[in-house]
């Protein structure tokens, strides 16, 4: 069989493009609001241990977050994944994709929150004592001078997280959520031929990352040019 014909048989045949076109949707789903609960938790939380790190407050919090951080980033996330799905909301009726982002959100959150408190801690502590000469408070001098700094040299950390999320994602089939991957497997389960359906769903990834990885340079120019300015 040509290859033409095999590309016919394996994605054009009865509309098989869609289960990588809907697969592709369901991941980028997952990826955009688990990036978003990923910052948002990550950033609060490094933000309590900095502070706990720096003026020895919120040592209850500070607590709390370290056990967070232990279990996540020492379980696997695919078994994150199966204990939010199979055991958390074992009694209850709930969209996958809503588990999916949750869980790969609340993974990311605990490598976003060590790569912001990095970034925090590299800040210079005479940077907090110029925001109190300004009349600034903790709060302020944290979000208007230490944060901009910080957020600036963190961003291509961030950016690789953001990365490795993405691509995190493809386990989401273990729950049997039709994401990208899932697409390519079921074709392939239709079609009893792999290469093809798992190449095209590598080069999604693929292009996906080289255009993330695009964004976050033209980013990164962007912020040099207004620190020249």
């Known amino acids: 069989m040509h290859l033409t014909d095999k590309l016919y048989d394996t994605f054009i045949v009865d509309d098989r493009w869609k289960y990588l076109a809907s697969g592709l949707k369901t991941t980028l789903i997952i ?3 688990a990036v978003i609960i990923g910052m948002v ?5 490094a933000i ?20 967070y951080l232990t279990v996540i980033r020492g379980t696997p996330v695919m ?11 074992a009694s209850v009726r709930i969209d996958k994709t809503f588990v999916g982002i949750l869980a ?5 959150a605990a490598y976003v929150a060590e790569i912001v408190r990095s970034g925090i801690m590299s800040i210079d502590s005479g940077q907090f004592e110029a925001g109190a000469c300004l009349g600034l408070n903790y709060r ?18 961030l950016a690789n997280e953001c990365i490795v999320l993405l691509k995190e994602t493809s386990v989401a089939g273990y729950i049997a959520l039709e994401d990208l991957t899932k697409g390519g497997d079921i ?12 190449i095209a769903v590598a080069l999604i990834y693929l292009i996906l990352v080289i255009t ?10 962007r912020l040099q040019k207004s620190d020249r300015g």
């Open 31 to 33: 990826t955009f609001f």
């Open 41 to 45: 938790l990550g950033f609060l939380i």
């Open 48 to 67: 309590i241990r900095a502070t706990a790190d720096r003026t020895g407050k919120l040592k209850i919090p500070n607590l709390l977050c370290k056990l």
């Open 79 to 89: 078994v994150q994944l199966l204990i939010i799905y199979y055991v958390i909301f």
């Open 104 to 108: 790969f959100g609340l993974n990311s």
């Open 140 to 157: 302020r001098t944290m979000l208007y001078i230490i944060l901009p700094q910080a957020f600036k040299n963190i961003l291509p950390a």
């Open 187 to 198: 074709i392939r389960s239709l079609t009893y031929e792999a290469f093809l359906p798992l």
């Open 212 to 221: 993330l990885s695009r964004l976050v340079t033209l980013l990164e120019r």
